[in-house]
C-alpha cells in the first residue's frame, strides 16, 4: 500500500457512517450478547485463546453485533482473516480466496478465518463450494445470518458448525452506545459540544427496537442537521430525536422467522378470542409491510379452520371485507382487515370442519370402497345392477325431509364429523342428535318386528 492510498482510506473511514466509525474493536467496547461471549463463555475463551478451529454461524436481526464481533475476532487472531459478502461475492470469488488460503497453510502454516455476511443469500451450489475446506480446516468459517439458518443454510455446512443465536439489545444498551458515540473524540462526536435531552436519547434508543444500527444512524441524522447556537452548541431535543426516528425499526422479514412468527402468533390470538393481541399482531404485520393479501388468505383460512359452523358467516364476513379491501386500497383498507380479525376473534369457535382430515386420513389407511349401488348414478349401472339395488329413497318425499338409509359403504363405520355445542353449531349439534335418535328408533322397530316374526 503506498502513502496515496493510505491516505485514501483513512479518509473514507473518516467520512463512513457514525455507526460504521464506531464499530467495536475490543470485547471491552462490545455491547450486548452477554449469554455469547460474557466473561467466561466458551465462545469468548475460544477468541482470546486464538483458539477458534471450529466454524461458528452468528443467527441474529440486524444491527446486533454478528458482524462487529467478527471485527472484534480479526484483531484478536493471529490466524489471516478475509472477509465475502454473500450479496456481492460468487463462487469464482469464493474459489479465489480458498486457492490462496491452502497456498497461506502449505507455505506459512498459518490459518484462515473466513467471515461470510449474509451467508444465507448464497444458493446450495455456492454453499457446497465451502464443504470441502470446512471439512479439512483450509478455512475456520464464521457465517451471519437474519434468517433462520436451519432453513436457509445446507445441512452439511449445519452439521460442521456451531450456531450462536443473537438477541435484540436492550434499550439500555442502546443508550449507552449512543452516550458513547457522543462522547468519543476519535470516531464519534466527541470534539463537539451537543447536548442530548435525556428523553431524545430513550426515544432514539427505545425506537430503533433492538437496532444499534438504527438508533446511530439516528443519531448521525440528528447532529448533522441541527445547527450549532450562538455558544457553538448543539441542542438534540424530543422532537429532533422524534423526527430523526419516526418509526420504529421493526424486525420482520416477509420470507423468515418474523414472518411466520408474527402470521403464528395472529391467528392463534384468533383462536383464543384474544381482540387486543389479534390486532396486536395484525398492526405489526401491517407496518413491516406484509402483503395484505397473506393476512386476508390466513383469515379465510381461520374462517374455517376455527370458527367453522359455530358461525358459519364467518367466512361471509372474511370474504366481503377482502372484496371491500380490493376496492378501496390502503390505507383505509386497514378497516376492513380490523373488521375480519375482530369478527372471527370473537365469533363463537369449532374446529369441526377438521373431520374432512380425519375422512381423508381413513381413506389412505384403508383405501376407497364404491358407495350403495342406490345413490350412484344410475346411468352408469347394469341392469341387474339396477334390479337388485333397494332403491334410491328420496329424503324430500318423507316427513321432515329424512329418511333412514345408508349412504356409507359397507363395513366403513365413519363418526368423524362430532358438532361442537358453540353458537350455531349447537343447532347443528341438536339436529344431528334428532337424526341419531330417529335411526335409534327406527332399529328398535326393526328388532321388533323381527322378534314378533320369530
Wanted: hydrophobic share 40%; net charge negative.
Amino acid at each position: 500500500m503506498d502513502l496515496f492510498e493510505f491516505s485514501r482510506q483513512e479518509d473514507l473511514k473518516r467520512e463512513a457512517p457514525l455507526a460504521a466509525r464506531m464499530r467495536p474493536q475490543t470485547f471491552d467496547e462490545f455491547v450486548g450478547q452477554a449469554h455469547i461471549i460474557g466473561p467466561g463463555r466458551l465462545l469468548r475463551r475460544a477468541i482470546e485463546a486464538d483458539r477458534l478451529f471450529t466454524s461458528i454461524i452468528f443467527w441474529g436481526p440486524p444491527g446486533v453485533g454478528k458482524t462487529t464481533l467478527a471485527a472484534v475476532i480479526a484483531n484478536t487472531t493471529k490466524a489471516h482473516f478475509e472477509t465475502l459478502n454473500a450479496v456481492l461475492a460468487g463462487i469464482a470469488d469464493l474459489r479465489k480466496l480458498v486457492n490462496a488460503a491452502k497456498e497461506r497453510r502449505a507455505m506459512y502454516g498459518q490459518r484462515t478465518l473466513l467471515m461470510v455476511d449474509e451467508i444465507h443469500r448464497w444458493n446450495k451450489a455456492q454453499q457446497d463450494g465451502l464443504l470441502p475446506v470446512v471439512e479439512d480446516g483450509t478455512i475456520t468459517l464464521i457465517g451471519a445470518t437474519t434468517e433462520n439458518p436451519f432453513f436457509s443454510i445446507i445441512a452439511p455446512l449445519l452439521s460442521r458448525s456451531r450456531i450462536f443465536r443473537f438477541k435484540p439489545l436492550t434499550v439500555e444498551e442502546i443508550e449507552g452506545l449512543t452516550l458513547s458515540a457522543l462522547q468519543d473524540v476519535e470516531r464519534g462526536y466527541g470534539r463537539r459540544r451537543i447536548i442530548l435531552d435525556d428523553n431524545a436519547l430513550h426515544h432514539l434508543a427505545d425506537f430503533a427496537d433492538g437496532d444499534a444500527r438504527s438508533a446511530l444512524n439516528a443519531l448521525e441524522l440528528a447532529v448533522e442537521s441541527t445547527p450549532a447556537d450562538e455558544d457553538g452548541q448543539q441542542h438534540i431535543t424530543l422532537a429532533v430525536a422524534e423526527e430523526s426516528i419516526q418509526r420504529r425499526a421493526l424486525h420482520y422479514d416477509k420470507s423468515g422467522d418474523e414472518h411466520y412468527n408474527t402470521a403464528s402468533a395472529f391467528i392463534k390470538s384468533i383462536r383464543g378470542s384474544d381482540p387486543d393481541a389479534a390486532l396486536y399482531y395484525l398492526a405489526k404485520m401491517v407496518l413491516a409491510g406484509e402483503d395484505p393479501r397473506f393476512i386476508f388468505r390466513r383469515l379465510i383460512v381461520a374462517a374455517s379452520e376455527d370458527i367453522g359452523l359455530a358461525s358459519p358467516m364467518g367466512i361471509v364476513v372474511v370474504m366481503a371485507c377482502a372484496q371491500a379491501f380490493e376496492w378501496v386500497g390502503m390505507p383505509e383498507g386497514q378497516y376492513h382487515l380490523a373488521e375480519a380479525t375482530l369478527y372471527l376473534t370473537t365469533a363463537p369457535k369449532s374446529n369441526s370442519a377438521g373431520a374432512y382430515w380425519k375422512a381423508r386420513s381413513y381413506l389412505e389407511e384403508h383405501g376407497y370402497r364404491p358407495p350403495p349401488v342406490y345413490i350412484r348414478d344410475q346411468n352408469t349401472l347394469l341392469r341387474d345392477e339396477q334390479r337388485r339395488s333397494p332403491g334410491y329413497r328420496y329424503p324430500h318425499d318423507y316427513e321432515g325431509g329424512w329418511v333412514n338409509q345408508r349412504y356409507l359403504p359397507e363395513g366403513v363405520s365413519g363418526g368423524w364429523y362430532q358438532p361442537k355445542t358453540n353458537g350455531y353449531e349447537q343447532r347443528i349439534a341438536e339436529f344431528v342428535r334428532s337424526i341419531e335418535e330417529k335411526k335409534q328408533h327406527e332399529r328398535s322397530n326393526h328388532q321388533s318386528r323381527s322378534s314378533d316374526t320369530q
